[in-house]
């Protein structure tokens, strides 16, 4: 494991042309905002209404979409650790880490962005309406106690159901692949930010799924993990296309 120094954002104001800025923020305001009703049940609910919209799409046709990002770039998600989260890591005596170029200053957690990509139907048209995944290959975090260290990396944002999916490991073996690790509300999401060439979107909140919890009580040996727990609110910032 290592960390790195984080890199400052420039906060240029060179203007983005109006077509390519306009539908790379179309996309990525879309992107948290799916987790706008009951976190809780978003997945069943987007794959339900999936596959009812599909069958209704082959009969009306299936719809434009106003947006498309076939491959995202840089910079990364960053997550500001919520003070109830790093409390229940010290009651735990958990000690956090990072893997590869993922970097904790503070409360400050990041992930590089390494790809992915988004596509943006009209609201109402289908559901859900945004569909991609944002990946944050080869780093992650660590959590140890009493010789035990559970690796949480390879996370994939699916912004189609409000979850952060992420490949397990315990002391360097692996347990879970793909796992769903997080769950994501939009609800305090800010407005989407444009600083020259990159676009920036702050407020989401990030909460520990209920199969996260199952396997962090029963890897260290507590019934203290809660899903649902407030991990802290994620900003994630993307360079635009060219």
């Known amino acids: 494991m290592r960390s790195t120094t984080?890199?400052?954002?420039?906060?240029?104001?060179?203007?983005?042309?109006?077509?390519?800025?306009?539908?790379?923020?179309?996309?990525?305001?879309?992107?948290p905002i799916s987790a706008c009703g009951t976190e809780d049940d978003a997945g069943d609910a987007a794959a339900a209404a999936t596959s009812s919209e599909s069958s209704e799409s082959s009969e009306a046709g299936a719809p434009e979409p106003v947006a498309a990002i076939e491959s995202l770039t840089g910079e990364d998600t960053q997550i500001t650790l919520d003070q109830g989260f790093l409390d229940a890591l010290t009651q735990?005596?958990?000690?956090?880490?990072?893997?590869?170029?993922a970097t904790l200053e503070g409360a400050e957690l990041s992930f590089p962005i390494t790809g992915g990509n988004v596509t943006v139907f009209e609201p109402?048209?289908?559901?859900?309406?945004?569909?991609?995944?944002?990946?944050?290959?080869?780093?992650?975090?660590?959590?140890?106690?009493?010789?035990?260290?559970?690796?949480?990396?390879?996370?994939?944002?699916?912004?189609?159901?409000?979850?952060?999916?992420?490949?397990?490991?315990?002391?360097?073996?692996?347990?879970?692949?793909?796992?769903?690790?997080f769950q994501l509300d939009g609800r305090?999401?800010?407005?989407l930010e444009v600083q020259g060439d990159q676009a920036i979107l702050e407020g989401t909140e990030v909460k520990i799924s209920e199969p996260a919890a199952g396997l962090l009580n029963d890897t260290f040996g507590t019934d203290a993990v809660k899903a649902g727990l407030l991990v802290g609110i994620a900003e994630i910032t993307v360079d635009l296309p060219a």
Do not use: C
């Open 188 to 191: 305090t999401l800010n407005p």
């Open 92 to 101: 735990l005596e958990l000690q956090p880490g990072t893997i590869g170029e």
């Open 124 to 181: 109402g048209t289908v559901s859900p309406y945004v569909i991609g995944q944002l990946q944050h290959v080869s780093s992650g975090l660590s959590l140890s106690a009493g010789g035990t260290t559970v690796q949480l990396e390879n996370l994939n944002v699916d912004p189609g159901v409000s979850r952060v999916y992420g490949d397990v490991s315990v002391n360097g073996k692996t347990a879970v692949e793909s796992a769903f690790l």
């Open 6 to 31: 984080s890199t400052h954002r420039t906060t240029g104001t060179r203007r983005v042309r109006r077509v390519v800025g306009g539908l790379a923020a179309t996309a990525l305001v879309a992107l």
